[in-house]
């Protein structure tokens, strides 16, 4: 029985494209799932690690673990170091601190607020569909 080459190179072609046309997706995934760092979220992680690393010097001097004059030179090169990274954050606008005040008010606001029926006026649980005391549909109900 002679086996012809023909149809062995088309099954590999065609193995071949469907191994790709599988792969693909999860490629793409891996290719969509990295995200380019902003220069302000830049200079932030490398604040935190500045900070984390004048912790740990601490702890080490503390522990005696670090000569006194090696923990001060390496101490002041962490402060220049973070005083750069600061001016940088301040050129871009600073830390962008979050509005937290404005969030615990919304917070508080909408738990004060409480969920009640429009028609009776009764209060129900979040995924309530209906109401307890009256029966009516509560809008923005989830089933169960």
């Keep these: ?8 190179l088309a099954a590999l072609a065609l193995l071949l494209v469907c191994a ?12 969509s799932a990295r995200r380019t760092v902003s220069e ?9 690690d500045i900070v984390r690393g004048l ?7 503390r522990t005696g673990k670090l000569d006194p004059a090696d923990y001060a030179r390496l101490r002041a090169e962490r402060q220049t170091e973070g005083a750069e ?13 979050r509005d937290v005040d404005a969030e615990i008010e ?5 738990l004060r607020a ?3 029926c429009p028609a009776c006026g009764a209060s129900h649980a979040a995924n309530d ?9 509560l809008a923005g109900g989830k089933p169960a």
């Design 114 to 116: 409480g969920r009640h």
């Design 1 to 8: 029985m002679t086996l012809s080459f023909g149809p062995l």
């Design 129 to 137: 569909r209906f109401c307890p005391a009256c029966g009516k549909p």
């Design 20 to 31: 790709a046309l599988i792969a693909q997706p999860l490629m793409g995934a891996r290719r």
């Design 40 to 48: 302000r979220e830049a200079l932030q992680l490398r604040r935190a």
């Design 85 to 97: 990274v600061l001016r940088k954050l301040d050129a871009l606008g600073g830390l962008a601190p």
């Design 55 to 61: 912790r740990e010097l601490d702890l080490d001097a």
């Design 106 to 110: 919304a917070a508080v606001s909408a």
